[in-house]
């Protein structure tokens, strides 16, 4: 069994022996085989980057086996440097989430458990496939583990949530799959990625398939105004649940664009970049504005998370490479920054059952290791120097500039924004006096919460001061990315 079969099958492998073998009385043997085995799953992935080939933008650690021999469907599975580190982050991240839910779930503690290693699994098939039905097959199922893990964990809205993220995303990606369907027939049969990026297709087909996958891959980010969704299953869904979901599942609809949208039509997605950056802006400037008068602490990151994705989506479509690469290292940033700000509202979420922010003040006084934890994610959402949440954007708005400067200028004033939802949100519940008998009752951070929150820091801090290992990997594979949207395929 190759690496990446390892990646994908050995969380999946984990998750079933837990729902297999898992009761709540006994809860305490779940949790720790739940951990190694998210332990494990993130070992077998190191030596995907210890064995990756810097310098060239061919796919690597490449698996091939025929699947579904009829329709010409193989298991085809390989990694470059745009999805290298989204394997890695996946199951980094699943580790610090099962760290997060240790105390937070005491019921059916075996399928919430199984249902985060499933669901890792899942997601690095996503980033894996070369295939474009498996692709499918792999982003379609993600939804199932997800949706349990809202509908059945969830808050007091907990099925409403899970059905508005079930039925947005499930209708989006119906179009994906007929112009997978329409690219099959085109290529004379074939679902292999490589065929499909050298098909030869008129206008007319482009734009349709651009807007097909448009329609599945910006409701996955999500681009505005499809993101309506996001702030309802955040504020509703568990700890665990809105940290991998923030971390990584908005990012397989990026991760489309990069795959599916500017290699298989490059010409549409150059005639439409205009509206792509349009809807970016919007998210970045508009959606940051929202989340500046939120008052529940899950809804402003969540809005904060809309905005900055819409870095990401600008960065795809100003069509230089800093601004593609500084996407790719905001939705690795944003995938460390945005599980650490849901965390730590869980933590206090766990101590006080109450995520608004006038609930809150002073927290600073009766937790001050936890405050300096808070601090550096606050900052880093800020998109403060030396921390991973400045490098992406600083990246996209140097591109931005290069490419038109006033789209340079209104992204970044979206820093300010960010700036300002995010220190309002910190003075109001960590600083000043302490303001309430709960407050006055809280207790610092334990081990275990120390242990997790302390990752995410040192996750943060490295990228942040020293990027060139995420940069490095995939500048190849974005220079080659840009040469290939650059040549026509009209005919």
Known sequence: MGLLSLAIWTPIFFGVILLALGRDDQARSVRWIALIGAIVSFLVTLPLYGGFEIGTSAMQFVEKAPWIERFNVNYHLGVDGISLWFVLLTAFINVVVIIASWESITSRVNQYMA?????????????????GMLFYVFFEATLIPMYLIIGVWGGPRKIYAAFKFFLYTLLGSLLMLIALIFLYVKSGGSFDLAVWYKLPLDATAQTVLFFAFLAAFSVKVPM??????????????PTGGSAVLAAIMLKLGAYGFLRFSLPIAPDAAREWAGLMIALSLIAV???????????????????????????VTLGFFIFNDIG??????QMIAHGFVSAAMFLCIGVLYDRVHSREIASYGGVVNTMPKFTAFALLFAMANCGLPATAGFVGEWMVILGAVKFNFWIGAAAASALIFGAAYTLWMFKRVYLGPVANDDVKGLADINSREFLMLALLAIAVLFMGIYPKPFTDVMDSSVIDLLKHVAASKLQ
């Open 324 to 329: 593609v690469s500084g996407g790719i290292v």
């Open 224 to 237: 505005w105004p499809v993101h309506t969704w996001l702030p309802d299953v955040h504020v509703e869904a």
């Open 115 to 131: 249902a985060f290693l499933i669901l890792s699994g899942l997601m690095i098939g996503v980033f894996a496939a070369l295939d």
């Open 285 to 311: 400037i508009y959606v940051g504005l929202v989340a500046m008068v939120q008052r529940d602490m899950k809804k402003l990151v969540a809005y904060s998370s809309v905005a900055h994705m819409g870095f």
